[in-house]
C-alpha cells in the first residue's frame, strides 16, 4: 500500500479540475535578474501549499483553489530539472488578418474562488512573500457572467471533457514519466470589440460560434467553406477527438469601454491547443480564419507546465 501511495504522491495534479467559479485571477509574473531573485522565487513557488492552506482553513464554504504554472524561460533555472517533453516558448501565429501574438511571463498563477476577496488576499500574501524578487506582467480578475456565458454573449465551456475524460485529456500520462501528472497550460488575453459584435443578428453570431445563443444547441458541422468557432477547434485524428479544458473567464471595465475574455486551456499534449489556434488564426482552409477573432483580438499568449504539487514542493530541497 505505501509504495502505491508514494506512488500517487509523486503524480498527484495540481487543481486542474476545479470548477469554474465566480472569480478567478490570472496572474502573471516575470521573474528579475540575479541568483538572489530566483533564489527567493524559488522558495516561493515551493511554498504554493501552505500559502493556500494558510486561506483555505478560513473559507467556510465553497472552492478556493491556485494553480501555478512554470514557462520554457524559467523552467531551468527555477526548477534545475530537465524539461517536460512538450514545453517550448507560446509561437506566435500570423494569419492573413489575424495575430495570435506571444508574450512574456515566467510564473502563472490561476486562482479560482467563490469570491473577488479570497483571490485578493491569496494575491496580496503571495506577492509580499515574492517581495522584489518577481515583476508583475499582467493581472485580470475575471467573473462569471449570467448562464455562464461570456461577454460575447453565448454559453462559454459547454463541451469541456467531463468524469473520465476530464483527466485524460488535461494530465501527462506515462508518456513523459518525470511529469506523469502535470498539464500543459496556454493563456490568452483576447479583448472584444462589442460595438461591431451586438450589431451583428443574431443568427450571424450563431453561425461564427457554432450555437444557438438562446438554448446554447450545437449546429451542424460545416463541411466546406467558412467553419465555425466549434467545428475549427474540433481536433479529430485516427485517435479520435482531442480534447482540452477551458476555464474561460470574463472580464470587463465598462467605463473605459473594455469588454473581453480570458482564454485559459489546460491539455496533456500541447499540440493540441496548439492546433486550435492554429485552425483558428490561419485557416481550416486558408484563409478562412474563425470569425470570433474579428470581433476579438487577442493581446497576449503565454504558455506553461503545471508541475504534479510534490514537484513543487521539492523544489524547496
Ligand atoms: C467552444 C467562446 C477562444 C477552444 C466555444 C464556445 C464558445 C467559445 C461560446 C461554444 C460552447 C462551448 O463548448 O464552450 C470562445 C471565446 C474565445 C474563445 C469568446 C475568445 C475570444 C478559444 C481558443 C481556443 C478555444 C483560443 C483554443 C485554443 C474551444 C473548444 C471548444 C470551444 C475546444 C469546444 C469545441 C467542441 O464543441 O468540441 N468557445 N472561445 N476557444 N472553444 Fe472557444
Not at 162 to 176: K, M
Not at 189 to 207: F, G, I, M, P, S
Not at 217 to 230: N, V, Y
Not at 296 to 307: E, H, L, N, W
Request: proline share 5%; hydrophobic share 40%; charged share 25%.
Amino acid at each position: 500500500y505505501s509504495a502505491v501511495a508514494k506512488h500517487d504522491l509523486k503524480t498527484e495534479p495540481q487543481y486542474i479540475d476545479a470548477p469554474l467559479t465566480s472569480a478567478a485571477a490570472f496572474l502573471v509574473l516575470n521573474i528579475n535578474d540575479g541568483d538572489e531573485a530566483m533564489d527567493k522565487a524559488r522558495s516561493v513557488v515551493a511554498s504554493i501549499e501552505d500559502l493556500l492552506k494558510d486561506i483555505k482553513i478560513q473559507v467556510n464554504t465553497g472552492i478556493f483553489t491556485a494553480n501555478l504554472g512554470i514557462s520554457h524561460h524559467a523552467w531551468e533555472p527555477l526548477t534545475r530539472k530537465p524539461l517536460p517533453k512538450e514545453l517550448k516558448p507560446f509561437q506566435e501565429i500570423r494569419g492573413a488578418q489575424h495575430t495570435a501574438v506571444a508574450t512574456e511571463g515566467d510564473l502563472f498563477y490561476h486562482i479560482r474562488a467563490d469570491s473577488v476577496d479570497l483571490v485578493v488576499e491569496f494575491e496580496k500574501i503571495l506577492l509580499e512573500a515574492f517581495g522584489d524578487s518577481v515583476t508583475a506582467v499582467d493581472d485580470v480578475t475575471g467573473f462569471r457572467y449570467y448562464n455562464g456565458r461570456d461577454l460575447l454573449e453565448f454559453v462559454d465551456g459547454t463541451a469541456n471533457p467531463i468524469g473520465l475524460s476530464l483527466p485524460a485529456a488535461t494530465l501527462v500520462g506515462e508518456e513523459d514519466p518525470a511529469y506523469t501528472g502535470g498539464s500543459y497550460v496556454v493563456i490568452q488575453k483576447y479583448l472584444h470589440d462589442l460595438k461591431d459584435w451586438r450589431a451583428q443578428t443574431t443568427e450571424t453570431q450563431e453561425q461564427i460560434i457554432g450555437r444557438t445563443k438562446f438554448d446554447n444547441i450545437e449546429l451542424p458541422d460545416a463541411t466546406e467553406g467558412q467553419k465555425s468557432h466549434k467545428t475549427l477547434c474540433t481536433i479529430q485524428d485516427a485517435e479520435g477527438e482531442h480534447d482540452i479544458l477551458r476555464d474561460n473567464m470574463p472580464f470587463a471595465t465598462p467605463g473605459k469601454g473594455e469588454y473581453g475574455t480570458y482564454f485559459i486551456g489546460y491539455s496533456r499534449h500541447l499540440w493540441v491547443t496548439e492546433k486550435m489556434l492554429e485552425r483558428m488564426f490561419i485557416g481550416d482552409p486558408p484563409p478562412l480564419h474563425d470569425r470570433i477573432l474579428d470581433y476579438s483580438r487577442a493581446v497576449t499568449g503565454v504558455t506553461f507546465f503545471c508541475p504534479p504539487r510534490k514537484f513543487l514542493v521539492d523544489l524547496a530541497d
